[in-house]
């Protein structure tokens, strides 16, 4: 509404009580204070007079159904959002640059891989195999990665 502070307010104070008077000055905030309720009461009487004239011309209805298919047709039920994001990300990606690989958490009640321990000084170090029969170098072995769900349950 009115954005007045104390200061305007201290302000208008002092300039209706030097212009009217001090003995005026309660009989005319008296007055306005009534001024001012029935401008509020007429305003109220107004609002809910409104609201009845379109709750009985099934205006509120109508509203109601629009927003209804207002929200049927977002981008949100329809499920562009997603797409825009997605096309956000693919138009910032960079083929040159390396992606960042993301870190999964293990979760503790999976049993715990093997893991090679590794080889301390003392021990000596494992000789690469020779080659093969054909000259050719050695296949290296190659890890295959799981997945939870490839993984049968016991």
Do not use: C, Y
């Amino acid at each position: 509404m009115l954005d007045v502070g104390w200061t305007e307010l201290l302000l208008i104070g002092v300039v209706a009580l030097i212009v009217v008077g001090p003995k005026d000055l309660p009989h005319l905030f008296h007055a306005l204070g009534r001024i001012t309720a029935r401008a509020r009461s007429m305003a109220r009487e107004f609002t809910s007079a409104m609201e009845d004239a379109a709750k009985g011309s099934g205006l509120d209805e109508a509203a109601g159904s629009l927003r209804d298919m207002k929200n049927l047709a977002s981008k949100k039920a329809l499920g562009l959002d997603a797409l825009d994001r997605a096309t956000e990300r693919f138009e910032k990606w960079d083929p040159k640059l390396p992606t960042p690989r993301k870190t999964v958490q293990r979760d503790p009640a999976l049993p715990r891989a093997e893991t090679p321990t590794p080889q301390s000084a003392a021990t000596p170090a494992a000789a690469p195999p020779a080659a093969t029969a054909d000259g050719a170098p050695p296949a290296q072995r190659r890890l295959r990665a799981v997945r939870r769900s490839d993984m049968k349950d016991d």
